[in-house]
């Protein structure tokens, strides 16, 4: 069962050794890698499940010493997600490319997905330096395929700001190091105490975690980059990229500054994303193209996300606050299928008309009722309407904001709703039009199925069946 | 689980998982279409003919199912819900024959099918809702699975009146999830039980309380359509017919206006209501759409807005019987809320059959249509009757009680508000009934197909309203049989006021 954790780790590096040495294979190699890495990375999850928290020290060093994996609930249940939307991207990105841009795309894709799980199971601070970095690089030069000048522009600019981060986040683990000797997120949280150097650290590490998670008003070189990026790399930069820096806000607030941690940068982080949820939801409404709609959705959503902070920090320990770390869990996760659904939809719609300017798209979305489908599925979990998991996540919020006393969250939370809804039906509404066309409902199923799937998952699946994240979370992240 | 859990989530999915089926069908599959549509309706009203005994016989029903700590999906049956399941479940039925009928030839019908199926499933969702969450959930479902029906027809007018549906019950839904999580946040998980659960809060909660009954009540009356928050009824009518029959009769309107029946009742408890002055504000409000909409109706020249605003009057029947304190009342208002339905799918049906026949959509069009198309303008003579409160049919009876429970209760001035709409009804009906019969028919008809056959149109289209115009004259009839809707809400207002 250990052994599991470091081959979701190894096997996405080896598949893409592979597909470099054989590039004329590289959709076969791409996709046998991209099933064992998800499968290695689901066993984890079951594992963490039925087991509770693994750790695994690589090559037989122990802590400080050596790399050590661990995965308890949270790691699992975001590893889970990243896992099954990234295989359904890699699905989806086999009908999608020609053979000369999937050459280039398997490499780096796989190279990606290796840095992320060993995001979300790496044990230490500095090897965490090492995944951030690796997936920044990869995710910009995937977001440069297409190769123009656009799209160029932007990465670029995603690249320098993304390095920014990281760089703020290693000093402020250098800072760590140097004052306390250790690098194991264990063993730090055992050291640290109150005072300006883990204060300064942990503004440090938090302000490069939040510039890469793209809050507002950081924010600014994420829809360029998302949107102009190919539809399976959009995908995975929108739902899963910007989820991994979130989720080490999230671990370290938790885990390692918790003893450090105060209301004021709760309150702080908390009016951020409340001002990224009107901003992106409202940018998301003037939007005219497609891509750059869903990537300013994903502006807001990240909102969402940073308004638990305040929540979280004023409610004390016991079952209400696990609820809404459970809830704030099950919103990102909700967001990264619902996204990739999202995207991998309109990828679909954009490469039938040829363009993604909504105002056009009426036939290309009536003709495509699968794409348009996994479009509206996908859209009820970013409004948050019921049955998704969002809806979920977003009443055990409110409940807990308005228990709190803190109803301007909930003003706040509707509003962005509100905008959701104006903003998702405007596309929907270009699916009603007046020609007939010829109704299969799949059209072409390497390409739809995947997305259809996603959504399904976002709005039935997490929203009906959210029970097992309890019992996941139950394993070390609770508490 | 054993039968009793199993039967609500039963009833549910005998149309949801039919719905889900039609979509994946290619447009050429008619037959394979019609049999999951009339499948799912016969299993369903057979589940539902199950479920009324029980639950006449006091056996609970209930399917629960934990979303996450402290959030159930809870659906149950008691005898309010029965009332509303089994109308919806009935007018499913009618309505897909006559949809079938309806849409014989027109395009995109997996995807119609698809989402009128959803659609009821939503409104029997809101029916067998056991709290308040569930309710909240399948109220916007219901948003989501009309949206589509009424933007059905793709043209910019119909795109038009998606969008102001979905500008009003999104707002409405909001309001509604915040009132509803405002309250949950106060006292817990809302559950719906007779008498209520608010009696017991205490003191200091009062004024929010208080506040929170008319935030729910500004979510549910864009459903219900209260002024005014009507504004987005009218426009919907660019629906398809079948669509405006179940919009009108069934799904939308009923929904809100069994959510505020629910709200007073089985939330605050109309005890508590009374005494907090809450009844009376709905009472006013009620009072106020009943006469707007017929004054409304009354300057309409097109047949189905002249309807829509009718509705807008006539569903607020159903908030007045639940604002007047006594049980009387009550079971006029309940009561209505199926008599409505039967008399509104009525006119609606036989509106969509002039259209459709003749090309006639306005009440100055439909001169001499009594003789030209007779069981149809029968049907809708017997609708509009009733809609005028002529007795026997069965809107007489919901008057009579509302009348009755209101003098009992000493509101004199709602009898006043009565009166004035039933002329005001009298006044907008009437004529048309006197064009349809006493008026010579035009030499030409606005756009006339003749059916071939020996009726005067397609049987799918002309059997639905025959069927539910002598329901709605038998409800009104035998009103005083067993299992009749009136006997039915008198076991309502029974329970509910524990005597």
Same mark, same amino acid.
């Given at each position: 069962?250990?052994?599991?954790?470091?081959?979701?780790?190894?096997?996405?590096?080896?598949?893409?050794?592979?597909?470099?040495?054989?590039?004329?294979?590289?959709?076969?190699?791409?996709?046998?890698?991209?099933?064992?890495?998800?499968?290695?990375?689901?066993?984890?999850?079951?594992?963490?499940?039925?087991?509770?928290?693994?750790?695994?020290?690589?090559?037989?060093?122990?802590?400080?010493?050596?790399?050590?994996?661990?995965?308890?609930?949270?790691?699992?249940?975001?590893?889970?997600?990243?896992?099954?939307?990234?295989?359904?991207?890699?699905?989806?990105?086999?009908?999608?490319?020609?053979?000369?841009?999937?050459?280039?795309?398997?490499?780096?894709?796989?190279?990606?997905?290796?840095?992320?799980?060993?995001?979300?199971?790496?044990?230490?601070?500095?090897?965490?330096?090492?995944?951030?970095?690796?997936?920044?690089?990869?995710?910009?030069?995937?977001?440069?395929?297409?190769?123009?000048?656009?799209?160029?522009?932007?990465?670029?600019?995603?690249?320098?700001?993304?390095?920014?981060?990281?760089?703020?986040?290693?000093?402020?683990?250098?800072?760590?190091?140097?004052?306390?000797?250790?690098?194991?997120?264990?063993?730090?949280?055992?050291?640290?105490?109150?005072?300006?150097?883990?204060?300064?650290?942990?503004?440090?590490?938090?302000?490069?975690?939040?510039?890469?998670?793209?809050?507002?008003?950081?924010?600014?070189?994420?829809?360029?980059?998302?949107?102009?990026?190919?539809?399976?790399?959009?995908?995975?930069?929108?739902?899963?990229?910007?989820?991994?820096?979130?989720?080490?806000?999230?671990?370290?607030?938790?885990?390692?500054?918790?003893?450090?941690?105060?209301?004021?940068?709760?309150?702080?982080?908390?009016?951020?994303?409340?001002?990224?949820?009107?901003?992106?939801?409202?940018?998301?409404?003037?939007?005219?193209?497609?891509?750059?709609?869903?990537?300013?959705?994903?502006?807001?959503?990240?909102?969402?996300?940073?308004?638990?902070?305040?929540?979280?920090?004023?409610?004390?320990?016991?079952?209400?606050?696990?609820?809404?770390?459970?809830?704030?869990?099950?919103?990102?996760?909700?967001?990264?299928?619902?996204?990739?659904?999202?995207?991998?939809?309109?990828?679909?719609?954009?490469?039938?008309?040829?363009?993604?300017?909504?105002?056009?798209?009426?036939?290309?979305?009536?003709?495509?009722?699968?794409?348009?489908?996994?479009?509206?599925?996908?859209?009820?979990?970013?409004?948050?309407?019921?049955?998704?998991?969002?809806?979920?996540?977003?009443?055990?919020?409110?409940?807990?904001?308005?228990?709190?006393?803190?109803?301007?969250?909930?003003?706040?939370?509707?509003?962005?709703?509100?905008?959701?809804?104006?903003?998702?039906?405007?596309?929907?509404?270009?699916?009603?039009?007046?020609?007939?066309?010829?109704?299969?409902?799949?059209?072409?199923?390497?390409?739809?199925?995947?997305?259809?799937?996603?959504?399904?998952?976002?709005?039935?699946?997490?929203?009906?069946?959210?029970?097992?994240?309890?019992?996941?979370?139950?394993?070390?992240?609770?508490? | 689980?054993?039968?009793?859990?199993?039967?609500?989530?039963?009833?549910?999915?005998?149309?949801?998982?039919?719905?889900?089926?039609?979509?994946?069908?290619?447009?050429?599959?008619?037959?394979?279409?019609?049999?999951?549509?009339?499948?799912?309706?016969?299993?369903?009203?057979?589940?539902?003919?199950?479920?009324?005994?029980?639950?006449?016989?006091?056996?609970?029903?209930?399917?629960?199912?934990?979303?996450?700590?402290?959030?159930?999906?809870?659906?149950?049956?008691?005898?309010?819900?029965?009332?509303?399941?089994?109308?919806?479940?009935?007018?499913?039925?009618?309505?897909?024959?006559?949809?079938?009928?309806?849409?014989?030839?027109?395009?995109?019908?997996?995807?119609?099918?698809?989402?009128?199926?959803?659609?009821?499933?939503?409104?029997?969702?809101?029916?067998?809702?056991?709290?308040?969450?569930?309710?909240?959930?399948?109220?916007?479902?219901?948003?989501?699975?009309?949206?589509?029906?009424?933007?059905?027809?793709?043209?910019?007018?119909?795109?038009?009146?998606?969008?102001?549906?979905?500008?009003?019950?999104?707002?409405?839904?909001?309001?509604?999830?915040?009132?509803?999580?405002?309250?949950?946040?106060?006292?817990?998980?809302?559950?719906?039980?007779?008498?209520?659960?608010?009696?017991?809060?205490?003191?200091?909660?009062?004024?929010?309380?208080?506040?929170?009954?008319?935030?729910?009540?500004?979510?549910?009356?864009?459903?219900?359509?209260?002024?005014?928050?009507?504004?987005?009824?009218?426009?919907?009518?660019?629906?398809?017919?079948?669509?405006?029959?179940?919009?009108?009769?069934?799904?939308?309107?009923?929904?809100?206006?069994?959510?505020?029946?629910?709200?007073?009742?089985?939330?605050?408890?109309?005890?508590?209501?009374?005494?907090?002055?809450?009844?009376?504000?709905?009472?006013?409000?009620?009072?106020?759409?009943?006469?707007?909409?017929?004054?409304?109706?009354?300057?309409?020249?097109?047949?189905?807005?002249?309807?829509?605003?009718?509705?807008?009057?006539?569903?607020?029947?159903?908030?007045?019987?639940?604002?007047?304190?006594?049980?009387?009342?009550?079971?006029?208002?309940?009561?209505?809320?199926?008599?409505?339905?039967?008399?509104?799918?009525?006119?609606?049906?036989?509106?969509?059959?002039?259209?459709?026949?003749?090309?006639?959509?306005?009440?100055?069009?439909?001169?001499?249509?009594?003789?030209?198309?007779?069981?149809?303008?029968?049907?809708?003579?017997?609708?509009?009757? /009733?809609?005028?409160?002529? $007795? =026997? *049919?069965?809107?007489? @009876?919901?008057?009579?009680?509302? +009348? #009755?429970? !209101? %003098?009992?209760?000493?509101?004199?001035?709602?009898?006043?508000?009565?009166?004035?709409?039933?002329?005001?009804?009298?006044?907008?009906?009437?004529?048309?009934?006197?064009?349809?019969?006493?008026?010579?028919?035009?030499?030409?008809?606005?756009?006339?197909?003749?059916?071939?056959?020996?009726?005067?149109?397609? /049987?799918?289209?002309?059997? $639905? =309203? *025959?069927?539910?115009? @002598?329901?709605?004259?038998?409800? +009104? #009839?035998? !009103? %005083?049989?067993?299992?009749?809707?009136?006997?039915?809400?008198?076991?309502?207002?029974?329970?509910?006021?524990?005597?």
């Amino acid at each position: 069962m250990i052994d599991a954790l470091p081959l979701s780790v190894t096997l996405p590096l080896l598949g893409a050794f592979a597909v470099t040495v054989w590039p004329a294979h590289a959709r076969a190699l791409g996709l046998l890698a991209a099933v064992l890495t998800a499968a290695s990375a689901l066993t984890v999850t079951a594992a963490v499940w039925t087991e509770g928290v693994l750790r695994a020290d690589l090559g037989g060093w122990g802590a400080p010493l050596g790399i050590a994996l661990e995965a308890d609930g949270l790691s699992a249940a975001f590893l889970s997600m990243a896992n099954t939307v990234a295989l359904a991207i890699s699905v989806y990105a086999g009908g999608y490319f020609k053979r000369e841009s999937a050459r280039h795309f398997w490499p780096l894709w796989l190279l990606l997905w290796s840095a992320l799980n060993g995001l979300f199971l790496a044990a230490d601070l500095f090897n965490l330096y090492v995944t951030l970095e690796l997936l920044g690089l990869s995710a910009a030069a995937l977001g440069a395929l297409t190769g123009t000048r656009e799209a160029v522009a932007a990465n670029l600019r995603y690249l320098l700001v993304g390095l920014l981060g990281s760089m703020s986040y290693l000093l402020g683990v250098a800072l760590v190091y140097t004052a306390y000797g250790v690098l194991d997120i264990g063993l730090v949280a055992e050291a640290i105490e109150p005072g300006p150097v883990a204060w300064t650290a942990m503004t440090l590490m938090i302000s490069g975690l939040i510039l890469k998670a793209a809050l507002f008003p950081m924010h600014f070189w994420l829809p360029p980059a998302h949107a102009n990026a190919p539809a399976p790399v959009s995908a995975a930069l929108s739902a899963l990229v910007v989820k991994a820096a979130f989720y080490l806000v999230l671990r370290l607030w938790l885990d390692v500054f918790a003893p450090v941690l105060n209301e004021a940068a709760a309150n702080l982080l908390g009016i951020l994303g409340a001002a990224a949820v009107v901003w992106g939801s409202w940018r998301a409404l003037r939007a005219e193209r497609l891509k750059l709609l869903a990537a300013y959705s994903t502006v807001a959503q990240m909102g969402y996300l940073f308004i638990a902070f305040p929540l979280l920090a004023a409610t004390p320990p016991g079952l209400a606050r696990d609820n809404l770390l459970a809830a704030v869990v099950l919103l990102a996760l909700t967001h990264g299928f619902a996204k990739a659904g999202f995207f991998l939809a309109a990828g679909m719609v954009q490469k039938t008309a040829g363009h993604d300017r909504i105002d056009e798209l009426g036939g290309a979305a009536q003709a495509l009722p699968a794409a348009t489908f996994a479009i509206g599925l996908a859209g009820v979990a970013l409004i948050g309407l019921p049955p998704s998991g969002t809806f979920l996540a977003k009443w055990m919020m409110l409940e807990q904001a308005m228990i709190l006393g803190l109803w301007w969250w909930l003003v706040v939370m509707m509003i962005g709703t509100l905008l959701a809804a104006a903003y998702i039906f405007r596309v929907l509404s270009r699916a009603f039009n007046r020609e007939p066309t010829p109704y299969r409902f799949v059209n072409d199923a390497r390409t739809e199925l995947p997305a259809l799937l996603l959504g399904l998952i976002a709005t039935f699946g997490l929203g009906i069946a959210a029970q097992p994240l309890w019992a996941l979370l139950e394993q070390g992240a609770f508490g | 689980m054993s039968f009793d859990a199993w039967l609500p989530a039963a009833i549910l999915l005998s149309s949801m998982i039919p719905g889900m089926l039609i979509f994946l069908l290619s447009e050429e599959s008619h037959r394979l279409r019609t049999a999951l549509n009339m499948t799912g309706a016969l299993v369903k009203l057979g589940l539902v003919i199950w479920m009324i005994g029980g639950v006449y016989d006091g056996q609970r029903y209930e399917t629960r199912w934990t979303l996450s700590p402290g959030l159930d999906l809870v659906l149950s049956a008691d005898a309010l819900s029965v009332l509303f399941v089994a109308l919806s479940t009935l007018l499913w039925l009618v309505t897909t024959i006559y949809a079938i009928g309806y849409l014989e030839h027109s395009p995109n019908r997996s995807r119609f099918f698809g989402f009128f199926s959803v659609c009821v499933s939503a409104t029997v969702g809101i029916a067998l809702s056991g709290n308040l969450l569930t309710f909240v959930i399948f109220y916007e479902i219901l948003t989501l699975a009309t949206y589509p029906l009424v933007a059905h027809r793709g043209t910019p007018d119909a795109a038009h009146g998606a969008k102001v549906y979905l500008a009003y019950t999104m707002g409405g839904g909001a309001l509604l999830l915040v009132g509803a999580i405002w309250l949950q946040a106060l006292v817990g998980p809302v559950e719906f039980t007779q008498g209520g659960i608010l009696g017991v809060s205490p003191e200091e909660i009062r004024m929010e309380l208080i506040l929170i009954f008319f935030v729910l009540l500004a979510g549910l009356g864009v459903k219900a359509a209260l002024v005014p928050l009507h504004g987005w009824l009218p426009q919907a009518m660019v629906a398809p017919a079948p669509v405006s029959a179940l919009l009108h009769a069934v799904a939308v309107v009923k929904a809100g206006a069994f959510g505020i029946v629910r709200v007073v009742y089985d939330v605050y408890g109309v005890e508590f209501a009374y005494a907090n002055g809450l009844l009376l504000a709905l009472g006013i409000l009620a009072s106020v759409t009943i006469i707007y909409g017929s004054m409304m109706a009354l300057t309409q020249d097109s047949l189905k807005k002249r309807l829509a605003y009718s509705t807008v009057s006539q569903v607020s029947y159903i908030a007045l019987g639940a604002s007047i304190f006594g049980p009387i009342a009550t079971i006029g208002g309940m009561v209505h809320l199926v008599h409505q339905g039967l008399m509104k799918i009525t006119l609606f049906f036989c509106a969509g059959n002039y259209a459709e026949a003749l090309g006639v959509h306005k009440v100055s069009e439909m001169d001499g249509v009594g003789r030209r198309m007779p069981w149809t303008s029968l049907a809708f003579t017997v609708g509009a009757l /009733g809609m005028i409160g002529v $007795p =026997p *049919v069965a809107g007489f @009876v919901s008057k009579w009680y509302l +009348g #009755l429970g !209101a %003098a009992d209760a000493g509101s004199n001035w709602v009898i006043g508000v009565l009166i004035v709409s039933s002329l005001l009804n009298a006044a907008y009906f009437l004529p048309i009934l006197h064009r349809a019969w006493f008026r010579p028919a035009p030499k030409q008809w606005p756009q006339e197909h003749r059916h071939a056959g020996r009726l005067e149109i397609a /049987g799918a289209l002309l059997w $639905p =309203p *025959v069927i539910t115009a @002598v329901l709605a004259l038998s409800a +009104g #009839l035998f !009103a %005083a049989a067993p299992f009749s809707p009136l006997e039915w809400a008198s076991l309502i207002a029974e329970r509910e006021y524990g005597r």
